[in-house]
């Protein structure tokens, strides 16, 4: 047999934000790689779309995880799992001095609120089986100020690092491993969005070493490991896919 | 929204350019002191008192402020 230490064959993987951009690289190269994946997101045509790529067999379920019937439901529906990558968020970029007790709270429900009340959930009620891995998406907007503006953002990523120490402290007893990746600027909807111009990001690019910002798929890669067994011995790491930005 | 408020909540970006500077035909990327944080703040300040959500792009293709108003008027409808 053919020696692969990052295979996910026979395990079941959550993907949360399954949509687009990360969530949806991520939910593909689980399906690649054996895993039977469990996808949710909030619109039911774009989620569609990715479990298409998927195949008949992919659970899917609608889920808006800022909402907590739905996460109730989404606790409720889900299968035994091996695996889970939170990739729902969003992002802003506001100067400080706009930053809002309101801004920071939207920013807040979906990039820590939302990952931390599912993660709970899901280890309070034994959903995650012993030895699981669980992958927080946060940002090396949590570790550096990488770019003016993302203050609000980096505040909520930097938040849900610090959580992600804790549970892979607390779930060790259960051996299930948490972790996060911290992503330098990736090429995702969320970043065409006009506050940034195009050639402002084209610039931007230019400032990470390798020369080019992250593909979605240079992020799926960072899961794989974590959710794998080649990664039996690691927990409450942030692992930066950055381009070598903060070096 | 009046032309003179704007300007004046446009000013209030900038920190080393003085206030009485600002006039509607002032070409604000020329200024010393124009940045892409000094743009992000303008884009935050239409957004807070002027419920518009203008884009980079907005910025971009305005040269002075009076454009840049016209951009909002237009947005807001």
């Not at chain 1, 794989?224 to 896919?241: P, R």
């Amino acid at each position: 047999m053919e020696y692969n230490p990052f295979s996910l064959a026979g395990k079941t993987i959550l993907v949360t934000g399954a949509s687009s951009g990360i969530g949806q690289a991520t939910a593909l190269a689980c399906a690649q790689m054996g895993a039977n994946v469990v996808i949710t997101g909030r619109d039911i045509d774009r989620l569609q779309a990715t479990g298409n790529q998927l195949g008949a067999s992919t659970k899917q379920i609608v889920a808006d995880l800022t909402n907590q019937d739905d996460v109730n439901r989404l606790i409720a529906e889900l299968p035994s799992l091996d695996g889970a990558v939170l990739c729902a968020g969003n992002s802003t970029t506001l100067p400080l001095q706009f930053g809002t007790r309101e801004k920071f709270d939207v920013m807040f429900d979906i990039n820590f609120f939302a990952p931390v009340e599912l993660l709970r959930l899901m280890y309070k009620k034994k959903i995650l089986n012993k030895g699981a891995s669980v992958v927080l998406i946060a940002s090396i907007g949590g570790t550096h100020s990488f770019m003016p503006g993302n203050g609000v953002y980096g505040a909520s990523k930097a938040a849900l690092n610090s959580v992600m120490k804790y549970a892979a402290r607390e779930y060790a007893s259960r051996k299930v491993r948490v972790n996060s990746i911290c992503p330098g600027m990736v090429d995702t909807p969320l970043i065409h969005r006009g506050t940034i111009t195009e050639e402002q990001l084209v610039e931007d690019a230019k400032r990470y070493p390798l020369g080019r910002y992250g593909k979605p798929q240079d992020i799926a890669n960072g899961a794989i490991y974590l959710l794998s067994d080649a990664s039996s011995w690691l927990t409450g790491h942030d692992l930066i896919i950055d381009g070598g930005f903060s070096i | 929204m009046n032309l003179q408020e704007f300007i004046e909540n446009f000013a209030a970006q900038f920190d080393e350019t003085d206030a009485t500077e600002f006039t509607a035909d002032t070409k604000f990327k020329q200024l010393d002191e124009w940045s892409s944080l000094t743009a992000l703040s303008i884009i935050a300040m239409v957004d807070d008192e002027y419920d518009v959500i203008i884009k980079g792009n907005d910025i971009i293709s305005s040269d002075t402020i009076q454009d840049l108003y016209n951009v909002v008027v237009q947005l807001q409808g």
